[in-house]
């Protein structure tokens, strides 16, 4: 089944099946304050689709799977930057400062280790006024079974509980906010949203 999903065109379709670009809609417009003339770095931006609700911005993504990379260029090429590569400290390099970086979806599927390294690699990334936002499943207590069922299934293997994922961030970061949101979806689903910021 997870195989089918790199298939750009049936992930495409399942995403919106579900009310996923509705979440990253919902999420830039609720938690990133964004401004159009903006530079954004967008790490695991899958099809590139949330360029579509970033109008007029100065957008770079970045992601390790090539087939969506792919479609992103064909699709968005005009609009933005996309490339396929992960952020390390090689390609990190070239890139100047952000006013926002998004990971949308991209947390649960790293480990501990990896989502903290890349934390200190965006916080240099980050303008001093820059907001980084997340997205991404989450545990908390009382979910319903369903929805513990599709987060256990999620392609994603670490799909944490809020407490966690906050202590993540507090390992780099001074302070956060997180939001668990459970209307994001047209599916029932759980999501938290973490705003970090610079002091
Ligand atoms: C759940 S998808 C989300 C895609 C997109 N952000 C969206 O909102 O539809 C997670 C994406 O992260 C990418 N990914 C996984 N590990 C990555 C890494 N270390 N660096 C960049 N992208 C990564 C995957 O290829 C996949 O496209």
Known sequence: MF????NPSIYLYVQGLIGAKHARWECVRQFTSYNPG??????????????????????????????YIDYAQ????????????????????????????IMNGLLHHLDNRSVIALFKRVKRL?????????????YVEGQSLVVRKMLD???GKYVRDEKTYVSLVSEVFDSAVS???HDLFWIPYTSIVLQISLP
Do not use: A, W
């Open 126 to 138: 980050l303008k001093p006024s820059g907001r980084i936002v997340t997205l991404d499943g989450c």
């Open 179 to 181: 939001h668990i949101r």
């Open 3 to 6: 195989s089918l999903l790199s």
């Open 38 to 67: 903006q530079r954004i770095l967008d790490i695991g931006c899958g099809l590139g689709y949330v360029i579509e609700y970033l109008p007029e911005s100065d957008y770079i993504g970045l992601d390790t799977d090539q087939r």
């Open 74 to 101: 064909g699709k968005y090429g005009r609009r933005g930057l996309f490339f396929c590569q992960e952020l390390n400290d090689e390609t990190m390099k070239d890139l100047e400062p952000f006013d926002l970086i």
């Open 153 to 155: 299934l999620d392609r």
